[in-house]
C-alpha cells in the first residue's frame, strides 16, 4: 500500500494561539500532502514502497543511489511531519513519567530542554528542524538537522520536534521564529512525547 498522509488528530484550529488555524491546514493538507505523494512516486514499483517509513530512513544506505536524495527529502518530510502533528493539540505543562526525570537529570528541567531546543531552532541557517532525541546508548540529546533530514539517518530516536521551515510560522510570525518557537511549548502534547522516549 502507498503511503498516506494521516488525518490530524485535532481539528486545525486545535493549537490556537500558537499555531493558527490557516497554517496548520496549508502545512498539513499542502506541504506534508506533497511530501506523501512525491515518496510515493519515489519508491513506486520498489520493496521500499511496502515498507514502514521509519524503517527505510533508519536503513537510508540501502535505498538505491538514483532515488535516495527524493526519499530523504519526501520520507523524511513525512516521517518528521506525522511526529510533529501527534505530539501538539495539547496543552503544554510538565513532562511526566521515565522522560520527565530523563529531562530533569540531563537538562535540569523543562527550562533548561526549552532553551537548547530553542536555540537548537534559531541556530538552524535555512530550514529543518530543532529536535529532543534518544541516542543509540539511550541518553537524551538536543539537536538540529537540516531541510527535512530526520534523526532516524544518524540512528537517534527523535522524542520532540519542532519545524523550523518559515512555512510553519510565517503567516502568523513572519521573521519571528524565536516568538513562534517560545508558543510552540504551550501546546504539547506531553502524553505523545513520553511515548516516543
Ligand atoms: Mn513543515
Known sequence: MA?????????????EPSIDKQTMEIHHGKHHATYVAKLNDAVKGTPFEKKKI???????ND??????????????????????WKILGGK??????????????TFGGLDGLKEKVNNAGVGRFG?????????PDGKLDVTSTANQDSPLMQNQVPI???????????????????????????VFNWKE????F
Do not use: C, M
Open 92 to 105: 503544554g505543562g510538565q513532562p511526566g513519567g521515565k522522560l520527565g526525570d530523563a529531562i530533569k537529570s
Open 3 to 15: 503511503f498516506e498522509l494521516p488525518p490530524l488528530p485535532y481539528a486545525p484550529d486545535a493549537n
Open 63 to 84: 535505498v538505491p543511489q538514483n532515488v535516495r536524495q527524493a526519499v530523504i527529502n519526501n520520507g523524511g518530510g513525512h516521517a518528521n511531519h506525522t511526529l510533529f
Open 54 to 60: 521509519e524503517e527505510i530512513l533508519r536503513g537510508i
Open 193 to 196: 512525547i513520553e511515548k516516543n
Open 160 to 186: 520532540l520536534g519542532i519545524d523550523v521551515w518559515e512555512h510553519a510560522y510565517y503567516l502568523k510570525y513572519q521573521n519571528r521564529r524565536p516568538d513562534y518557537l517560545k508558543a510552540v511549548w504551550d
Open 127 to 135: 530550514s529543518g528542524w530543532a529536535w529532543l532525541v534518544k541516542t
